[in-house]
């Protein structure tokens, strides 16, 4: 006698099947280097090693370094933060790819007991659309849980922290498909 599934067995079945993979090719993103307002070279490369991690571990394929580098160059690109929407849609097309990914480290104190990170990031369709931005700041205080277990030892690990925090919104491989927030209309979603 065959057994018959179960409505959840079969439920669960359809949620694996329709999850995409990590593993699976991802939209590819175009990963511009961080702008920084510190002084500190040790936030930018933190931060954008953070980044770089997180969009990888979302399914993403990224594009950076030299073939970038050469698209700003042919274009005179110099200053990130304030990319224009006819230099975002040049640099995709150029790159073949479906989103940029900006990104501004605004604090960085990694003196002291309670180390401190800030940063924006923004991410740019290819019609030059902005598809998510948000900011966010965090301090080691803020990593503590109860009795004083789980707080972020350093700067770095404070980096990698808020970074997930940040772009846990983006959807899984789909930059694309990211729901636009309207500021003033529920804003982010509670941390």
Known sequence: ??????????????????APSAAAAGERVVLL???????????????????EAALR???????????????LRARRIR???SLTAADAVALLAA??????VLGTVLAWDAAGADPSVAVAVRVIGSKGDLLFTDLLG???AETEGLFGLGRATGPDELARRLVARLLAPLPTGRITAVAPRRPGRGGAAPR
């Open 138 to 140: 965090l301090t080691a």
């Open 95 to 100: 790159t073949g790819a479906d989103a940029a």
């Open 1 to 18: 006698m065959a057994r018959r599934p179960t409505p959840l067995a079969l439920a669960l079945g359809l949620a694996l099947a329709a």
């Open 79 to 81: 200053y990130l933060d």
């Open 33 to 51: 280097p961080l702008e920084g307002v510190t002084r500190s070279a040790a936030a930018r490369q933190a931060v954008g090693g953070a980044v």
């Open 57 to 71: 571990q979302k399914g993403y394929e990224l594009v950076q370094g030299d073939a970038v580098e050469e698209c």
